[in-house]
């Protein structure tokens, strides 16, 4: 079903919006920090430097393996954070470890300015901290580098301060530098910093706390020694550095593929860090032949609360995913003697589809109505029970429609131009309406479910999926889009919610927190990246679909890794490891047990959001049947509480039936009630789709098996 190709999301600059314009009373106006010339293409809501560009700007960001603050006055502060750990959380904590100044901007006697973002893509971010000291702040480089720009008169002070006093300053040699360009910095916390400077600089010691630099130009590069048999490797790699650095993913050639590129300056080779997962993918590249041009250092770690980060020398790295190719049906299909039941609860469940029982007007609960109707009708047609599918052809038309072409009364769809995307009626005026939609939190979660429910009903009919291809496509535009126009083509940001170095979606928007993002739950992440691809199916658009299933395989890689908690794994410390099962909120700088919405001890919650919506794909997001009983078992005490709802343990039983479907089904039976984004029908049916035996359905229908290929095509 071709589409105008301006609505497909990656293809270069971005058609019209489509959604009616409006002006937001309640972002912040992005001009305080942002170059000028940056301005004219949308800018990004989530980004790993969101901190630096809200409120004053001086809150700390964590850019592995440093958490970086630029609290103003020409100054940068460098940090490699401390942990506290309880069976509850695991925090970072921030302290200015050193601090790099610009001394005439600190004084108050040269040009003292709010730092200014003059540059970012998916790796860096560069800040120009006063108009002669700019911070090239690259993620996972194991040093900070700060080049420092003459002024009219000449080179310039810089001074360096820590929280701590400064108890050796002594110069080293460095096998490839000449005198004075190497400086050791210990402190009486009993850190070590390694100063690497392109030119010979004169430090001195002013007070315990504070060195000066006077008439200085050029790069100065600072790194935190972890163990003294480092230095050499950091030695070796001090005079090479990176600038900025690229993500690139092409679906069609290279589905389920990210590949790297760092700009650099100075010589030798590049030194940069991996995360666990990064070095997971670096290695499926390697067996692919990929990376030759690589070398891992794996002697060479720097703690991080993501895991070990490991040395890896290299301008440019492949990373490659196991594909993870999208159904629309289970792919083990319903068992033969469990279809009866299944029907028997389709028939009932869409037979009490009424729109006007619709009654939210939340862009979230009503996404989460429409996409549960719309999984009745995919069920439908796995188990061979069509003739229900026309009842919810029309739900789905009666419901989804208002939202797309704006007669939707109380709430709708607009675009906001101040940081270009997708905000609602009710986010214009008030920052907490829609779970904070209006001020970009959320946006993969609430679009994926709309985005589900248009699939499956252009699916239905055709007609309506080409009349309403253009609100689709600027759905998916609006947290998908890969190919932005800098000189102000584009109507959407970059990749909205996805980063491309962690691998996974941050969820919370333009919001300044010390913590950093956050993202609470991993699987309606996957489920926003599933339903596109699914919309890109049914469109027959190939691209739109691998690049859906590639962000859907990485999240899912990046849930197991990080929010998924295995005991003994040693990726949190004991005493957090051994309590949880299951992250509840994940932040850059924290992993808290608590969610949102609940308590930590509401485990069934934080099961319960880390599996909705229930869906073919989620049995790749919880392959390890081992973990999966554990994670179970763990959960199951939980439910004897007083005042656990019924709804939420359906998600706990759905997991319980992966090994255990007849004692899972028995539960099953007995609820009373299920989530608003789930029914009876949907979690008979992937019970018995995981049960053993007999199965029918597991044919195409209007899905995917047949043509598992499509990424090449």
């Not at 986010?427 to 939190?441: M, P």
Request: proline letters at 5%; a negative charge.
């Amino acid at each position: 079903m071709p589409h105008h190709g301006s609505h497909r999301p990656g293809a270069g600059v971005q058609g019209d919006p489509v959604f009616p314009r409006a002006t937001s009373r309640v972002v912040p106006d992005p001009s305080r920090f942002f170059a000028p010339g940056l301005l004219a293409a949308p800018l990004p809501t989530n980004a790993f430097f969101q901190n630096f560009v809200l409120k004053d700007g001086d809150m700390p960001e964590y850019i592995h393996p440093y958490s970086i603050r630029s609290p103003g006055g020409g100054a940068l502060d460098v940090c490699y954070p401390s942990r506290s750990h309880s069976p509850s959380s695991v925090t970072q904590t921030f302290v200015a470890d050193l601090t790099v100044s610009d001394a005439a901007a600190a004084a108050g006697t040269g040009s003292a300015q709010r730092h200014v973002v003059s540059a970012f893509d998916d790796l860096s971010v560069t800040l120009d901290v006063s108009q002669s000291l700019r911070a090239h702040l690259v993620r996972g480089c194991p040093y900070v580098t700060v080049t420092v720009t003459a002024n009219a008169t000449g080179p310039i002070d810089i001074s360096f301060a820590s929280v701590h006093a400064f108890v050796e300053l002594s110069s080293c040699q460095c096998h490839h530098g000449s005198s004075g360009t190497k400086w050791r910095l210990r402190m009486d916390s009993g850190q070590t910093f390694l100063l690497y400077a392109s030119a010979p600089i004169r430090l001195a010691q002013a007070t315990p706390t504070q060195l000066s630099a006077p008439a200085f130009a050029g790069a100065i590069r600072v790194a935190y020694l972890p163990d003294a048999s480092m230095e050499p490797v950091l030695d070796r790699y001090s005079r090479c550095f990176p600038t900025a650095g690229h993500a690139t993913m092409n679906p069609n050639d290279r589905p389920f593929c990210v590949d790297y590129a760092w700009h650099k300056e100075g010589h030798g080779e590049l030194l940069m860090l991996a995360h666990p997962l990064h070095l997971r993918l670096l290695a499926l590249a390697a067996a692919a032949d990929e990376n030759r041009a690589v070398r891992v250092l794996d002697g060479f770690r720097y703690r991080s609360i993501d895991g070990d980060m490991v040395g890896v020398v290299g301008c440019s790295w492949a990373l490659r995913a196991d594909p993870v190719p999208p159904t629309w049906h289970s792919t083990r299909g319903v068992r033969a003697d469990g279809v009866a039941e299944v029907v028997a609860a389709l028939r009932a469940d869409v037979g009490a589809l009424a729109p006007a029982a619709v009654t939210t007007t939340s862009s979230y609960f009503y996404g989460k109505a429409v996409a549960r109707a719309a999984r009745l009708a995919v069920i439908a047609e796995e188990v061979g029970c069509a003739d229900v599918v026309p009842a919810v052809r029309e739900f789905l038309a009666a419901t989804v429609t208002p939202w797309l072409d704006g007669s939707f009364q109380g709430n709708g769809f607009l675009y906001d131009a101040t940081w270009g995307g997708l905000v609602t009626m009710q986010g214009l005026t008030d920052s907490g309406a829609d779970f904070g939609f209006g001020i970009y939190n959320d946006h993969h979660y609430h679009l994926g479910y709309f985005l589900y429910a248009i699939a499956v009903l252009a699916r239905l009919d055709p007609s309506w999926g080409r009349q309403y291809a253009p609100q689709a496509y600027a759905m998916v535009a609006d947290f998908m889009t890969v190919s932005c126009d800098k000189s102000g083509g584009s109507f959407f940001t970059r990749l909205r919610m996805f980063d491309l170095w962690t691998l996974h979606s941050w969820a919370g928007g333009l919001a300044a927190i010390p913590d950093g993002r956050n993202q609470e739950s991993t699987s309606e992440a996957v489920n926003a990246y599933y339903s596109a691809a699914l919309v890109g199916l049914t469109y027959g658009d190939a691209r739109l679909a691998s690049l859906g299933a590639t962000l859907a395989a990485l999240e899912m890689l990046a849930a197991q890794t990080w929010w998924h908690v295995r005991d003994g794994e040693g990726m949190y410390e004991e005493d957090f490891s051994g309590s949880n099962r299951v992250v509840g909120v994940l932040w850059a700088n924290k992993r808290d047990s608590a969610l949102w919405f609940a308590p930590a001890e509401w485990k069934e919650c934080r099961l319960g959001i880390q599996l909705l919506p229930l869906l073919p794909i989620s049995e790749a997001l919880f392959p390890d049947v081992a973990f999966v009983r554990d994670l179970v078992e763990w959960t199951l005490p939980a439910l004897a509480r007083d005042g656990v709802g019924e709804w939420w343990k359906g998600f706990v039983y759905a997991l319980q039936g992966l090994y255990d479907t007849e004692a899972a089904l028995a539960k099953i039976r007995a609820l009373t009630a299920h989530d608003n984004g789930n029914s009876l029908t949907n979690l008979l049916w992937w019970l018995h789709s995981w049960a053993r035996g007999s199965v029918v359905g597991d044919g195409d229908g209007f899905g995917f098996a047949a043509s598992c290929c499509w990424y090449r095509h």
